[in-house]
């Protein structure tokens, strides 16, 4: 009876032992990165999530899309952006999804962002409705607020966030897209006012600043044109007001708006079609712009920002 009696107060003191290890040690059998596959219009989509390293201490994180360029991958535009490092230094969650591939030699991913680009647009794929169910699901299954959800990607990526702008603005916070110019299709008519931060530098020539055709047979329209056009559908009374411009970059801004956001744009005068304070997206992608990060511009910029 003894010997029952003190092998029962052994695995009592086991099992404290071990609720006591995972108690003091909050990642015990904790994840902090996914690769997920949803299945949305049919077509199975991916994606790679990243949660920062107090995800599971904390709650209500902010959520930041970050979507490739033509192209390119989630796990490219994860490495080349470094945005993963901000993420976890600075506190939020991160998801990278990926566009499709196409059924050519290359199988290059791409998003439909209207006029652009590729295999997406030509078989027009619903590319909003895959971010949208991709939302719902994220913010079903782990700690987001629903009221912080934010766009930003790089050239195609950037163009995406555009059209997310004008079409789900219910769930797309605000944008911050680099590299590239909006290029829907139908008249941007979003329900309420987004915050819109664009960055790009006067180097690029894959998609220039100052519109015309670049990397594809497509026209992109002039960046000041889009950021205007969105100045009038955000109500903004104080127009491109210029706040900063030297060697290194131009920094305008369009305030007074509905609901007091605004529209940002920096303009670099270094790098080319890249993301700023990254590295180039290929072996032969352009030199990233030295004189600002995105990652740093694109935080400070969302955290203003929550849905109503």
Same mark, same amino acid.
């Given at each position: 009876m003894k010997?029952?009696?003190?092998?029962?107060?052994f695995?009592?003191f086991i099992?404290?032992c071990?609720?006591c290890?995972?108690k003091?040690d +909050?990642?015990?059998?904790?994840?902090?990165?996914?690769?997920?596959?949803?299945?949305?219009?049919?077509?199975?989509?991916?994606?790679?999530l990243?949660?920062?390293?107090?995800?599971?201490?904390?709650?209500?994180?902010?959520?930041v899309?970050a979507?490739?360029?033509?192209?390119?991958?989630?796990?490219q535009?994860?490495?080349?952006?470094?945005?993963?490092?901000? $993420?976890?230094?600075?506190?939020f969650?991160?998801?990278?999804?990926?566009?499709?591939?196409?059924n050519?030699?290359?199988?290059?991913?791409?998003?439909?962002?209207g006029?652009?680009c590729d295999? $997406?647009r030509d078989?027009?794929?619903?590319?909003?409705?895959?971010?949208?169910?991709?939302i719902?699901?994220?913010?079903?299954?782990?700690?987001?607020?629903?009221?912080?959800?934010?766009?930003?990607?790089?050239?195609?990526?950037?163009?995406m966030?555009?059209?997310?702008?004008c079409?789900i603005?219910?769930?797309?916070?605000?944008? $911050? +897209?680099?590299?590239?110019?909006?290029v829907v299709?139908?008249?941007?008519?979003?329900?309420?006012?987004?915050?819109?931060l664009?960055?790009?530098?006067?180097?690029?020539?894959?998609?220039p600043?100052?519109?015309?055709?670049?990397?594809?047979?497509?026209?992109?329209?002039?960046?000041?044109?889009?950021l205007?056009?969105w100045?009038?559908?955000?109500?903004c009374a104080?127009?491109?007001q210029v706040?900063?411009?030297?060697?290194?970059?131009?920094?305008?801004?369009?305030?007074?708006?509905?609901?007091?956001?605004?529209i940002?744009?920096?303009?670099?005068?270094?790098?080319?079609h890249?993301?700023?304070g990254?590295?180039?997206?290929?072996?032969n992608g352009?030199?990233?712009?030295?004189?600002?990060?995105?990652?740093?511009?694109?935080?400070?910029f969302?955290?203003?920002y929550?849905?109503?």
């Amino acid at each position: 009876m003894k010997l029952s009696i003190h092998s029962l107060c052994f695995l009592l003191f086991i099992v404290l032992c071990v609720s006591c290890l995972k108690k003091d040690d +909050p990642n015990v059998d904790n994840v902090f990165r996914f690769e997920k596959t949803i299945t949305v219009d049919g077509r199975a989509r991916t994606y790679i999530l990243n949660l920062p390293p107090d995800y599971y201490d904390d709650s209500q994180f902010s959520l930041v899309i970050a979507m490739h360029g033509g192209g390119g991958n989630a796990l490219q535009f994860e490495s080349t952006s470094k945005l993963t490092e901000k $993420a976890n230094a600075s506190g939020f969650i991160v998801v990278y999804p990926n566009g499709v591939k196409s059924n050519g030699l290359l199988q290059a991913q791409t998003w439909n962002a209207g006029k652009c680009c590729d295999y $997406a647009r030509d078989q027009n794929i619903n590319d909003v409705n895959f971010i949208s169910t991709l939302i719902d699901e994220l913010v079903s299954g782990y700690k987001i607020n629903p009221k912080k959800v934010y766009a930003t990607g790089h050239s195609n990526g950037g163009m995406m966030s555009y059209r997310l702008a004008c079409e789900i603005p219910n769930k797309i916070t605000a944008i $911050a +897209p680099n590299g590239c110019t909006m290029v829907v299709k139908q008249p941007c008519n979003p329900s309420r006012a987004v915050p819109v931060l664009h960055m790009h530098s006067v180097l690029d020539a894959r998609v220039p600043y100052q519109g015309g055709v670049g990397i594809t047979d497509v026209y992109y329209p002039p960046v000041d044109s889009v950021l205007n056009a969105w100045s009038i559908t955000n109500s903004c009374a104080v127009q491109a007001q210029v706040l900063q411009n030297n060697d290194k970059y131009k920094h305008t801004e369009w305030s007074s708006c509905t609901d007091e956001i605004k529209i940002e744009n920096y303009l670099t005068q270094d790098g080319g079609h890249a993301w700023p304070g990254g590295l180039p997206g290929s072996q032969n992608g352009d030199t990233p712009s030295k004189v600002i990060s995105a990652n740093d511009l694109l935080w400070a910029f969302f955290q203003r920002y929550e849905l109503p």
